[in-house]
């Protein structure tokens, strides 16, 4: 098994142009999830899914779309992207969101995104 | 909303000794878990506490969560150049199921 698989590794952008962030997971987990990492922040959400054909905002949503066409695929779009945009991105899966078993997340290898 | 605060930011330790992070929450949680990264990689899931007052050992590391669900820490003894990293603890909120992850801890091992 893949795991949670990111796509591009790294990307540089310039100020305005789009792109998409590709994530897939082979672990047939239904809650899926976007964040971004910078220096002293940890990690914050962006977007998530709790299953096939829903998404969610979460604690900084501003500037991204996102689409869950496929249970395994969580796709992250920057429309226009801008220099505060630069940073880390993380996908996550996880089987549940409850406080049993089954809801630690499984992490991509990330995107390293650049904005000039 | 839920915020999750972790200290100490840095910590730069001596091989061989110990070391404890702290993480807070403002509200209660549901659970606490408990994630590495190493440089340049990317967060791992270590373990998970769910328990009030849930004590947890994994080899050198000890997890505690407090008796009110807002609080827990991580202890590392005998430090070794391996647990080299960043520490993040992450609240599972009562009401939503969100994650909130802590900004982490950085540990460099002074060999």
């Known amino acids: 098994n893949a795991g949670v698989t990111q796509t591009p590794k790294f990307r540089v952008l310039k100020t305005g142009q789009s792109m998409t962030l590709l994530c897939a997971q082979d672990?047939?987990?239904?809650?899926m999830y976007w964040y971004r990492q910078d220096p002293g922040m940890g990690l914050r959400l962006i977007h998530y899914s709790v299953g096939e054909g829903t998404t969610a905002k979460g604690e900084v949503p501003d500037g991204y779309n996102v689409s869950r066409l496929k249970k395994q695929n969580f796709l992250l779009g920057l429309e226009s992207a801008a220099p505060s945009q630069t940073s880390v991105y993380f996908c996550?899966?996880?089987?549940?969101?409850?406080?049993?078993?089954?809801?630690?997340?499984?992490f991509g290898p990330g995107t390293r995104l650049t904005v000039l | 909303g839920q915020q999750v605060m972790q200290i100490p930011q840095y910590q730069h330790v001596q091989e061989g000794e110990d070391f404890t992070t702290y993480c807070n929450s403002s509200?209660?949680?549901?659970?606490i878990q408990w994630y590495k990264q190493r440089p340049g990689g990317h967060p791992v899931f270590l373990i998970q506490l769910v328990k009030s007052g849930e004590v947890k050992k994994q080899k050198r590391l000890t997890f505690q969560f407090g008796e009110a669900k807002k609080n827990s820490s991580l202890h590392i003894t005998a430090t070794q150049t391996t647990d080299v990293g960043t520490y993040f603890c992450a609240g599972l909120s009562l009401n939503d199921y969100k994650l909130s992850f802590g900004a982490g801890t950085t540990v460099t091992v002074r060999a």
């Open positions: 672990m047939n987990h239904e809650y």
């Open positions: 996550a899966s996880s089987y549940s969101v409850t406080s049993g078993g089954g809801n630690e997340q499984f």
């Open positions: 509200t209660t949680l549901s659970n």
